[in-house]
Every structure is written in structure tokens, then in C-alpha cells.
């Protein structure tokens, strides 16, 4: 039998841990995607993230300045893509989760499975290689390096699409391994435009380019304040994340579901949550029922308000007792989001409740949003 490579011995020991695509690329900057994020950032593209920052994009852009002496850089890929349980068929309101928030927090899993892989490279190369591994929260920009290593393409809704489609996480680990290059894939969407069309929010504002700010994922997850009032009644029944562009994507009518069984949802609930129960949690409730989810990062306040606008959005009467408490709330946020939801919901309970609380608030954005609810200017 022949004698395996190196590179071949490391994809599959990637697949032997249960990754789904595998490549490799060298350790040279990154200046055209970090020319293009210095400049999205620049043109207040990249919303309000205060980590974001120049500093980052550049110490991200040279991996050989992450690890001195890295020369190579191993592209993983990982699939998320489950089912959901069930689809609701009770008469309780809903709201929608994105797919990859449905199971464990991938962070954690990952980080577990790239520390065996790193093991493992130095058992193969026979003596310790020196190597540093990221998931998201480097400063790397994990897609380009997913490109250059030939693990996928640029989709025009900016996500790497690989063969099996774009419901992948994706991770890298810098080492000072020599190995060879994979190329580039030479795909590209064609004449394809159905992501930009389909972003409820005009968030994909021309090919490969996004605007965080209007983005639903942005909006949900990251951002701690209020959410503009133009966007909130096209940010639909989404509380955590967004699956538009994905689920329209043909490439994605390929996609395996996921072998990673902690990415699947435990139940119903994860991924189609029971809107009027998330409203009532305290802050103690919210962080045991999302221990080890993703959804902790939104936190309790921030969920409370995606949940106010999904009830708004949804536009069902029997939301408004429970909005009638959410102003209440200590939370000016959840205080206003709850008034724009009556609002929207409109009928002489949700006004009743609008009025009784205008006359008891003293925080003057609440104030605002309930003068607008009353008068009808919810958007
Ligand atoms: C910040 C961030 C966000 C922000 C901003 C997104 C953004 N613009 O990048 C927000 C909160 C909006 C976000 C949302 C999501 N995110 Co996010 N996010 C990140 C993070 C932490 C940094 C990304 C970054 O640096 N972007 C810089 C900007 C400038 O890059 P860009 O928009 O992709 O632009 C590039 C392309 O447009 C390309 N390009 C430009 N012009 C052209 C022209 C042509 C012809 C071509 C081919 C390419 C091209 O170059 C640009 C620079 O590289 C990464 C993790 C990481 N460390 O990399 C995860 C990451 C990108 N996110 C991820 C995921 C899963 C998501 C969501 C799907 C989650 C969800 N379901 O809600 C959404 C997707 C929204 C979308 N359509 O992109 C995955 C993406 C996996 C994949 N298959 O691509 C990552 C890689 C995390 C991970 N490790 O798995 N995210
Ligand atoms: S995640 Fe949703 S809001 Fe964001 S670009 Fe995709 S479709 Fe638009
Ligand atoms: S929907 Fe079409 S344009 Fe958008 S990423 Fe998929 S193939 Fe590309």
C-alpha cells in the first residue's frame, strides 16, 4: 500500500474527528480581505461590535504574526445542519431560532476537538508542532482563510459555501508545520442573486457586501440597544440569529444533515421557543434554561426584546397581557420593545395597558415609544 502524505494523514484524522471539510493553505497575509473589512468597518458597515476594531483586522490579517514562525494553516470545516424536532402545532406563539444556535454552544465542542487535533498533529509529525487554533472568536477572519485553502467559496451572502453547503461552522489552526497548498475552488453563484432578494431587511446591499446594521443576526445577537424602529417589523418571528439567505441558497439543497449529535436541538422548544414563558424568565431562569446554548450571548434583557418584536410582528391579542407585564419591567430596553409590540398588536386591551403605563413611566424613551404606540406610529 502506499505511504500516505502528511497532508492526507491530517484529513483524516479531520474526518476521523468528525469535521467536514478539511484544507490547507500557507501563512502569508491576508491584505485584500483585510483592506476590505478596514473599509467596511470605515464606512460604519460592521455595526457598533466594540471589539471590532482596525487593530484587530490587522494583527488578524498576518497569521504569521499570531504564531511567529507559522507557515501553514489547516482550513476546518464543520456542519451544523440538523432538523428541527418538531414543527409547533400547539396554539402557544412561537418565535424562530437560527439552526446553528438550536444545540450545544459550538465554541466549547470545537474547542475540545481542536485540542485533540492538535495533539494529534504532533504525535504524526513525531515531535511537538507548535500550533494555535481558533473558532470565531479570533482575530482571524475565518471565512478568507476557509477560501484560500480551497474549503469553499464566497457566497454573495458573504458565507463560504462549501460542497455541502454553507451550515457550516468554520475553524483554522496556525502552525509551523511546511504543507502543501490546497488551491482556491474556481466556483462562483453564477448569474445567482436569490440571497440578496430574499433578506427581509435589505441587509445584503450588493454582492458580498453586508450591512450589519440592518442585518437580523446582528440586530438579535449583538446589539445591546434598542432596535431601530423601521427594522423591527421586518425582523418577522426571529429571536436568535437568521436563516434567510441560507435557506433560500440552492447550493444548499446538497447539505448533509450533521454528524455531530450536540449540534441537534433537545427539543421543540430550542428552536421554535414558546415566546409568552421567555417573557416571564428572570435572569437566573434565563442563564439555567441556555447553559451550554449560544443563546446566553443574546442575555436575558436583549432576548426579552427580540421577543417583544416577534410578538409585535406576529400581531396575536393573547400576547397583550403578557407585553402588559413586560411593562413592567425593570429594563427601559424591554419596556420600550414591549410598548411598540402593544402598538402593533393594537385593540382597546393593548391601549388600556398603554395608557395605564404612560401615566406611571418617568423614562423618557419609554415615554416616546408609548406616545408613538398610541399613536399609531409603530414603525
Ligand atoms: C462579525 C461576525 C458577524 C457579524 C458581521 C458579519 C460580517 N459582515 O462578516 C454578524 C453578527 C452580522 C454575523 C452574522 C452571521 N454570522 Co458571523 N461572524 C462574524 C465574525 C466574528 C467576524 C467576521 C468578519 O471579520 N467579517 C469581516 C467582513 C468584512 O467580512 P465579510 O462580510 O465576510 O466580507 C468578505 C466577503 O464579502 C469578501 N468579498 C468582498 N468582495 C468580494 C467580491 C467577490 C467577487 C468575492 C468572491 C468575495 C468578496 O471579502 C470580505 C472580507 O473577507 C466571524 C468569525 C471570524 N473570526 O471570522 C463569524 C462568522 C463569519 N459568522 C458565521 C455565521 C454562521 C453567521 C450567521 C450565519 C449566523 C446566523 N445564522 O445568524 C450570520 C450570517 C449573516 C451573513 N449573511 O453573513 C460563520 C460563517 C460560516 C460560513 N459558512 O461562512 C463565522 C465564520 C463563524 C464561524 N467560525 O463559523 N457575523
Ligand atoms: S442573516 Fe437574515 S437579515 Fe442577515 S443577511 Fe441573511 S437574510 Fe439578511
Ligand atoms: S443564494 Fe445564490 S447568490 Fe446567494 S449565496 Fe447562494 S448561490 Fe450565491
Redesign the pocket.
Known amino acids: 500500500m502506499d505511504k500516505l502524505t502528511i497532508e492526507e494523514r491530517i484529513k483524516d484524522l479531520a474526518e476521523e474527528l468528525g469535521f467536514d471539510g478539511i484544507g490547507f493553505t500557507d501563512a502569508e497575509p491576508?491584505s485584500?480581505?483585510q483592506e476590505?473589512?478596514l473599509a467596511?468597518?470605515e464606512d460604519g458597515?460592521?455595526?457598533e461590535?466594540s471589539w471590532?476594531t482596525p487593530e484587530r483586522?490587522e494583527r488578524?490579517s498576518d497569521p504569521a504574526a499570531i504564531l511567529p514562525g507559522g507557515r501553514s494553516i489547516i482550513s476546518l470545516?464543520m456542519s451544523y445542519y440538523s432538523v428541527a424536532p418538531d414543527a409547533p402545532t400547539d396554539d402557544d406563539l412561537h418565535g424562530r431560532v437560527?439552526?446553528?444556535?438550536w444545540g450545544q454552544d459550538?465554541h466549547a465542542l470545537l474547542r475540545k476537538k481542536l485540542k485533540v487535533f492538535i495533539t494529534r498533529l504532533s504525535e504524526m509529525a513525531g515531535e511537538t508542532v507548535r500550533a494555535k487554533a481558533?473558532?470565531?472568536?479570533?482575530?482571524?477572519?475565518?471565512?478568507?482563510i476557509?477560501?484560500r485553502a480551497g474549503v469553499?467559496?464566497?457566497?454573495k451572502?458573504?458565507?463560504?459555501?462549501?460542497s455541502k453547503g454553507?451550515?457550516?461552522?468554520?475553524?483554522e489552526v496556525i502552525t509551523d508545520m511546511e504543507l502543501q497548498p490546497d488551491v482556491p475552488l474556481k466556483k462562483?453563484c453564477g448569474a445567482c442573486t436569490l440571497?440578496i432578494e430574499a433578506?427581509p431587511t435589505g441587509?445584503?446591499i450588493a454582492?458580498?457586501?453586508?450591512d450589519?446594521n440592518r442585518?437580523?443576526?446582528?440586530l438579535?445577537?449583538?446589539l445591546r440597544g434598542a432596535i431601530p424602529r423601521e427594522l423591527r417589523p421586518l425582523v418577522g418571528d426571529w429571536i436568535?440569529?437568521?436563516?434567510i439567505?441560507?435557506d433560500v441558497c440552492p447550493v444548499n439543497r446538497k447539505a448533509e444533515l450533521t454528524k455531530e449529535y450536540g449540534f441537534y436541538a433537545k427539543d421543540m422548544d430550542t428552536a421554535n421557543p414558546r415566546l409568552l414563558t421567555l417573557l416571564t424568565l428572570s435572569d437566573e431562569e434565563f442563564a439555567a434554561q441556555f447553559r451550554g446554548s449560544p443563546i446566553r450571548r443574546a442575555k436575558n434583557e436583549g432576548m426579552k426584546r427580540n421577543v417583544c418584536v416577534a410578538l409585535g410582528n406576529i400581531g396575536d391579542e393573547r400576547a397583550v397581557s403578557g407585553l402588559t407585564r413586560a411593562l413592567m419591567e425593570e429594563s427601559a430596553l424591554v419596556r420600550c420593545h414591549a410598548a411598540w409590540a402593544l402598538g402593533r398588536i393594537g385593540g382597546d386591551a393593548a391601549i388600556r395597558s398603554l395608557r395605564e403605563a404612560l401615566a406611571q413611566e418617568h423614562d423618557h424613551n419609554v415615554i416616546g415609544e408609548i406616545e408613538c404606540a398610541l399613536d399609531g406610529d409603530e414603525e
Open positions: 491576508f485584500k480581505h476590505i473589512a467596511r468597518l458597515l460592521m455595526g461590535l471590532y483586522i488578524g470545516a437560527s439552526n446553528y444556535a459550538y481558533y473558532n470565531d472568536t479570533g482575530p482571524v477572519q475565518d471565512r478568507a476557509a477560501e469553499g467559496w464566497f457566497g451572502n458573504t458565507n463560504i459555501l462549501t454553507s451550515w457550516v461552522f468554520l475553524a462562483t440571497c433578506c441587509a445584503l454582492p458580498y457586501v453586508l450589519s442585518c437580523i443576526s446582528y438579535t445577537i449583538e436568535f440569529g437568521c436563516d439567505c441560507q
